[in-house]
Every structure is written in C-alpha cells, then in structure tokens.
C-alpha cells in the first residue's frame, strides 16, 4: 500500500507568501528610495498631494517635478551625473555582477570552505565601479592564503564575466579582486582640428 503526500499549499499558506512577498518588495522600494532622495522627495510629495488635495492637484505636483528633474539634467549635467545617474548605475551593477551571485560563484571557483556540514564563503566587503575596471575587497576565511585566490584569477575573471582578474593582498585577511571589465583604451579619441595651428606659407 502506497500513501501519497500532498505538497498542495493552502489558502492560508497562499496569502502568508504574498504578504511576505510584498513586504520583502516594500523594504526594497524604500531602500532605494532612502538612497535617491532627490527622486523620492519630489515623488513623495506628488503622492501626498493627490491623496490630499486630489487628482488635479497632484498631476500637477507631478508635472511640476518631472518638469524641475529635466532642468536640472539640462542645467547642471555634472552634477546630475553624479547624483542620480552615476548612483544609480553603481548601485545596479554591484548588485547584478557581483552581490546577486557571490555565493555561487565562489563556490564554483572552489574559494569557500565546509566544516562540520557547513559552508563558509569569503565575505564580500565592498565594491568600486569604475569606467573599466571594478575593485571588489573580499575577507579571506580561515584556511586560505595570497595564492588561493591569485590561482583563480582566470576562474573569476570567467565567473563574473569580466576579461581579467588580478588579486592583490591589500591588508591582513583581505584581497582585493580587480576585474577588468572593458578596454578603455579602445574608445575612440577625437582629436581637436589643427589647422589654426599651422604657420602660413611664406609667399
């Protein structure tokens, strides 16, 4: 006699998922929020004013702040660069190279350590995006050394698709991983006409 388990969830295992679900979305939305607010302020008060004071009101909060956001990008790109842009694109791919996959990938590259049916992997400490090259300072566990990581290089370089990684030893316990990730040398350099710059020939 065969007894068959059910794995069918119920209403109520249903509803407790969506709840943590959207709390998990929730805290995420706020995070990024708290990390822009020169975005979240402005949307937050369109929000307040259509709650508030009605649709009309808030459309034009809204058009109001699209409107100042343009401005500042058209007025003072450096500075909008820095602060919105270039934030933006640091925060995005720290996450989408490196921090969505670390574990796995470390795994993959034989850098993590099992003791007593557990795994330990290499913390990750910090992560610089450059134009080329990213600069990612990782803490060593217990167990490895300089050469751990420095053999792998070609490994880690193919895990997290860059087209070279260098290890270097930067303080006690902690290396840090350059991944080259474009050749800046090959972006194309327009140079200035010189014609202004050349002497008239002697009649």
């Not at 990024?32 to 937050?44: C, E, N, Q």
């Not at 809204?62 to 925060?91: C, D, H, K, Y």
């Amino acid at each position: 006699m065969t007894t068959k388990t059910s794995t069918r969830l119920d209403v109520f295992d249903l509803i407790g998922l969506a709840l943590l679900n959207t709390v998990w979305w929730v805290v995420i939305g706020l995070w990024w929020l708290l990390l822009f607010p020169m975005i979240s302020v402005p949307l937050a008060l369109v929000v307040t004013a259509w709650v508030v004071l009605g649709w009309p009101v808030g459309l034009a909060a809204a058009g109001v702040s699209v409107a100042g956001i343009m401005l500042w990008q058209r007025q003072r790109p450096e500075m909008f660069e820095r602060w919105v842009n270039r934030r933006a694109r640091t925060r995005f791919l720290t996450w989408y190279r490196y921090r969505r996959r670390w574990a796995k990938l470390m795994a993959a590259c034989h850098l993590t350590i099992d003791r007593d049916d557990r795994r330990f992997i290499p913390r990750l400490l910090d992560v610089e995006i450059g134009s080329a090259v990213d600069r990612v300072r990782v803490r060593m566990l217990e167990g490895h050394c300089p050469a751990d990581f420095e053999n792998r290089a070609e490994h880690l370089a193919h895990a997290f698709g860059a087209m070279e990684c260098r290890a270097t030893i930067t303080g006690p316990g902690t290396v840090e991983l350059a991944f080259r990730q474009s050749d800046a040398l090959a972006d194309t350099i327009v140079l200035p006409r010189v014609d202004h710059w050349t002497k008239p020939k002697a009649a």
